[in-house]
């Protein structure tokens, strides 16, 4: 195998010079050895083509998957488990640790290990995963560590992006003519940013909290009875709490990570892939509304873009820009970009809770330290009918008092809708 990198795996790939991880944790109650996970990984493997390569650049810089010449284990990094939080410290560090992509595989796994109970932590480079990819690794391995003879199948990697898009949307003129353009005029406004200063990116930092079983499913049930999806009703509250701890903004802007998946048939859930989209939503201050009324309205607003979402023409425009990674890449090391957060809620997650003699304690949200643009993000998942959140950013973007306040005041906001139904 050799695929050169999408757009959009270039740009996360990023050179290959600094950390773009997607990192998941979960924790078992159970006793299993060094030996059964290895030959989980390895079944997850040959399951997965991509987690069997590593990057070549050619002549030209333009980055390459290549399938290994030599089979590789999936790293496996072994510590005791001393404290229920001993994976905070290693989610920062695993963030932070760049995958060696030109000589290692890229995905590790880190064994919080304790006498009965352990944390298992997946992390995956960004060029080759989303969360909900991270996830699927997390649920396959533990359904061969439940049940060793388990068959999980495997499935053949595209040659292209290219592959996915129907042959009257390659050929339409007018798709033809942009993908030509654009690149020209991105390059020109590149140029106009090439004396932007970089930013400091030193401070990471993650707040991680969840909402009770009783908060979580009055939730589900207001958003039901309202009409209304979780996703729109948490962005109401996020945006409203946003606005209300950053009294300088009379607009506050996010931008809504979109699972492509659901657009491209090709692709399953159950794949690896990384191609998400993103689709902004604002909230003007309005004290006349409640949050009901906003996520309402931001209900309305999502279906509006979600139907201009035109995914085969942006994965056309895209692929033209690919000669421009490193200059995008340079750029977004300066840019703090329009919107506050970026807002990534993969919904109810489709783990069990027992694999066998092993149970799931509790799961944590993927996330990342972004290293490039606003590192702003709200991750978000649903499992054992708990809302589970990670936000992660920088203090030179957005200081750790300010992160707290803007946690604090969200919790406000969901505990008082629910009391005001």
């Known amino acids: 195998m050799k695929r050169k990198l999408t757009f959009l795996e270039g740009t996360l790939y990023a050179g290959g010079a ?20 290895q030959a989980a990984l390895d079944k997850v493997q040959r399951r997965h083509p991509l987690l069997n390569v ?3 650049q050619d002549v030209s810089s333009a980055p390459y998957f290549v399938q290994a010449t030599i089979k590789k284990d999936i790293q496996v990094r072994v510590i005791d488990r001393l404290t229920d939080d001993d994976w905070k410290s290693e989610f920062v560090r695993e963030c932070l640790a760049p995958f060696d992509a030109t000589d290692s595989l890229l995905l590790r796994v880190v064994w919080i290990r304790g006498e009965n109970l352990s944390d298992l932590m997946f992390v995956g480079h960004h060029c080759i995963c989303d969360g909900r990819s991270v996830l699927n690794l997390m649920n396959e391995t533990l359904c061969v560590l439940g049940n060793p003879a388990m068959d999980i199948g495997s ?23 942009i993908a030509k ?3 020209m005029i991105v390059k020109t406004a590149l140029r106009f940013a090439a004396f932007k200063k970089e930013i400091n990116r030193c401070n990471p930092y993650f707040i991680h ?6 908060e979580s499913k009055a939730i589900l049930e207001q958003c ?15 945006l409203t709490a946003y606005g209300d701890v950053d009294g300088s903004r009379r607009c506050v802007k996010l931008f809504c990570s979109i699972d492509m998946r659901r657009f491209i048939k090709e692709v399953k859930n159950d794949m690896l892939f990384a191609f998400p989209a993103m689709v902004p939503l604002h909230l003007k201050k309005s004290s006349a509304r409640n ?85 702003s993000t709200l991750s978000i ?4 009918g708990q809302i589970d959140f990670m936000f992660t950013s920088d203090e030179n973007f957005l200081s750790y008092p300010v992160a707290r306040a803007f946690q604090t005041r969200a919790l406000e906001i969901i505990r008082t809708s629910l009391s005001t139904k």
């Not at 053949?156 to 339409?172: G, T």
């Open 54 to 56: 590593h990057i070549e």
């Open 381 to 384: 998942t649903s499992f054992k």
């Open 18 to 37: 600094i950390a773009n991880n997607v990192v998941t944790t979960v924790t078992i109650r159970g006793s299993f050895s060094k030996a059964c996970l």
């Open 155 to 177: 499935y053949d990697q595209f040659s292209s992006v290219l592959d996915f898009i129907p042959e009257h949307v390659k050929r339409n003129k007018g798709n033809r003519f």
């Open 291 to 375: 949050i009901w009324q906003q996520a309402e309205m931001l209900k309305v607003a999502l279906a509006k873009r979600m139907e201009k979402l035109t995914v085969y023409d942006t994965l056309v425009f895209s692929e033209g820009l690919t000669p421009l990674i490193p200059q995008i890449t340079n750029y977004a090391k300066k840019d703090k970009g329009t919107h506050a957060f970026t807002f990534s809620n993969m919904g109810r997650v489709q783990l069990e809770e027992h694999y066998g003699a092993l149970a799931i304690e509790n799961l944590y949200a993927p996330a990342s330290l972004f290293a490039l643009g606003n590192p």
């Open 224 to 238: 039901k009875f309202k009409g209304l999806s979780i996703h729109t009703f948490l962005s109401a509250v996020f």
């Open 181 to 183: 353009c654009l690149p």
């Open 209 to 214: 909290w969840n909402l009770s079983k009783e």
